[in-house]
């Protein structure tokens, strides 16, 4: 291997991984765009470091990078009860491996292909998907209940509700606010504040989006969201 091929494929899986990772963190993911440069670069690596000894085989190191990925993909996958997030992102970082494979394998051109067709599947296809996310033979969208709860010291508690109630209502026709609240959280100067909102369909965005937003307050000392029951 020379210095041009390996450059060749570390410079493919490294952009490969940034044209992914751009639009994850672009939407705010958990896994964003260091993350998938890297998971992408990593794989190009390994695959590089096979060819180089000339009578490795690159196809048994990039089954072995397939497996260890696994680990990383489920790290960003998270349990709520009955609820289960980040499986699409997990699956993004198996495809960023996949891109960075093909990239240290010396197929540059199909790497950055596949980058592009899986940027294309997490943009396009998300809103096909929230089309065909309706109940069964009605052809109307199920409203999916979800509430919000902060908890944040009390003198901040009507700056980090109205931030709340702006995040949620800017998510859109397709979410409707519905109740907030606020209450003491005991003796320790704290207020609980919920908030009921229902979305179209399964899409927990606005809801997503709302934690993440109040999340970085100081005064915020924590946030959740969770599908509430009918």
Do not use: K
């Amino acid at each position: 291997m020379n210095t041009l091929h390996f450059a060749t494929g570390l410079g493919a899986g490294l952009s490969s991984g940034a044209l992914i990772g751009i639009e994850r963190q672009w939407r705010q993911r958990m896994a964003g765009l260091r993350t998938h440069t890297l998971v992408a670069t990593g794989s190009a690596l390994f695959v590089l470091l096979s060819s180089s000894f000339g009578t490795g085989d690159p196809s048994r190191v990039a089954a072995q990078v397939v497996s260890g990925i696994g680990f990383l993909g489920a790290g960003v996958i998270m349990r709520d009860g009955v609820n289960v997030s980040g499986i699409n992102t997990a699956a993004t970082l198996w495809c960023s491996a996949a891109v960075g494979s093909l990239a240290g394998a010396g197929l540059p051109g199909y790497a950055l292909a596949g980058a592009a067709a899986i940027v294309a599947v997490n943009t396009a296809v998300r809103g096909l998907a929230q089309r065909l996310d309706r109940q069964p033979g009605s052809g109307e969208e199920v409203p999916t209940p979800y509430c919000v709860e902060a908890v944040v010291s009390a003198c901040d508690e009507a700056h980090v509700r109205t931030l709340l109630v702006q995040a949620l209502l800017e998510a859109g026709s397709a979410s409707r606010l519905h109740a907030v609240a606020s209450t003491s959280d005991g003796d320790d100067g704290q207020v609980l504040i919920r908030a009921e909102i229902t979305s179209a369909g399964a899409d927990s965005t606005p809801v997503e989006s709302a934690v993440a937003r109040i999340s970085m307050e100081p005064a915020v000392v924590s946030a959740l969201w969770r599908q509430t029951v009918v």
